[in-house]
């Protein structure tokens, strides 16, 4: 299983980025996806959960600005990124509990990472 982001870029401040991020592989079944982000010198923190069901949760800092989706037939989730800041620049992974099979446990796996950075 590969979880493959895309979408990160260089914006000015105010604008806005779509992030993308795709599961691939043997796949019977995927529970929660979200995004974590890391910038440097910070330790990882969550920035969006899409859990199952459709509810979904946020960072307090990304309230009102970000929105989280996914396509289930695609296996993909989304993050809209809108008014950007520049507190907003980091390393954005995105991650997800998988099923390999109907007998497997649920496993968590992570993307490489795709780097949005907000210049003032």
């Known amino acids: 299983v590969q979880l493959v982001e895309s979408g990160g870029g260089l914006v000015q401040a105010g604008g806005s980025l779509r992030l993308s991020c795709a599961a691939s592989?043997?796949?019977?079944?995927?529970?929660?996806m979200g995004w974590y982000r890391q910038a440097p010198e910070k330790q990882r923190e969550l920035v969006a959960v899409?859990?199952?069901?459709?509810?979904?949760t946020y960072a307090d800092s990304v309230k009102g600005r970000f929105s989280i989706s996914r396509d289930i037939v695609k296996n993909t989730v989304y993050l809209q990124m809108n008014n950007l800041k520049p507190e907003d620049t980091a390393v954005y992974y995105c991650?997800?509990?998988?099923?390999?099979?109907?007998?497997?446990?649920?496993?968590?796996?992570w993307g490489k990472g795709t780097l949005v950075a907000i210049s003032s």
């Open positions: 991650n997800g509990t998988i099923w390999e099979s109907e007998l497997a446990h649920g496993m968590e796996y």
């Open positions: 592989g043997t796949i019977w079944s995927v529970g929660a």
């Open positions: 899409s859990l199952w069901g459709g509810r979904a």
